[in-house]
């Protein structure tokens, strides 16, 4: 089973983050299970709770990237931060799917 972690970066408590900074929600390597969405927001929940406001915790993850830009590895090239965005490789398929559709229909014309 391959590895799957869902995390934020810079917020958390300060004894359970990575080198990089990051606060682990859930790994898959340890759950053996794929989180739900409610899961995920439960524990992002409970990190603004943990705060005490939502703008204390903005607040704090803008000033951990601005201290450690450095140690926060660049993101892979083909990584996307919202699932609607697509990689390289989707957007060619799209293309190529749009290319099919319209050869087709000028056969049937």
């Known amino acids: 089973m391959g590895g799957f972690d ?5 917020i958390g408590p300060q004894e359970e983050l990575d ?13 053996r299970r794929m989180p ?6 439960d ?11 939502s703008q ?3 607040e704090e993850q803008k000033r951990f990237y601005e201290k450690n830009i450095k140690i926060i590895p660049k993101p892979y ?11 390289k490789g989707s957007a060619k398929k799209e293309q190529k799917k749009k290319y ?7 056969i049937f014309r």
């Open 6 to 10: 869902v995390y934020v970066r810079g």
């Open 19 to 31: 080198p990089t900074g990051r606060y682990l929600l859930f790994t898959r390597k340890e759950e």
């Open 36 to 41: 739900t969405p409610r899961e995920i927001l």
């Open 43 to 53: 524990s992002l929940i409970f990190l603004v709770f943990a705060y005490g406001d």
């Open 56 to 58: 204390l915790m903005a």
């Open 77 to 87: 090239k083909l990584m996307h931060g919202c699932p609607t965005g697509m990689s």
């Open 100 to 106: 099919v559709i319209k050869r087709y229909q000028n």
